[in-house]
């Protein structure tokens, strides 16, 4: 028995899956003070050193072998003055 679907059928599926794809992907996750936290920190490594650093303030932090992350840059915002 060979079934045969018909183009409505087939236009109204395809666009209805569309429809739900579209949507699933226009849905952001933010947090309650619309604020994401993602990205916020960088890490990279020079040399023996391992260093991390906040890209929205600006500082830099180096990782001391005492498991600790010291704050190595001043208090000076100098990403948000360019």
């Given at each position: ?25 226009a ?19 020079g ?21 600790y992350?010291?704050?190595?840059t001043?208090?000076?915002n ?5």
């Open positions: 028995m060979k079934k045969i679907i018909d183009i409505k059928s087939l236009l109204i599926g395809f666009l209805l899956a569309t429809s739900v794809m579209l949507s699933m992907g849905i952001t996750s933010k947090s309650p003070n619309n604020n994401t936290e993602i990205g916020k920190y960088q890490g990279f490594q040399g023996e050193k391992l260093y991390m650093l906040n890209t929205q303030t600006g500082e830099l932090y180096v990782y001391k072998r005492s498991d992350w010291k704050k190595t001043r208090g000076l100098w990403i948000s003055e360019y």
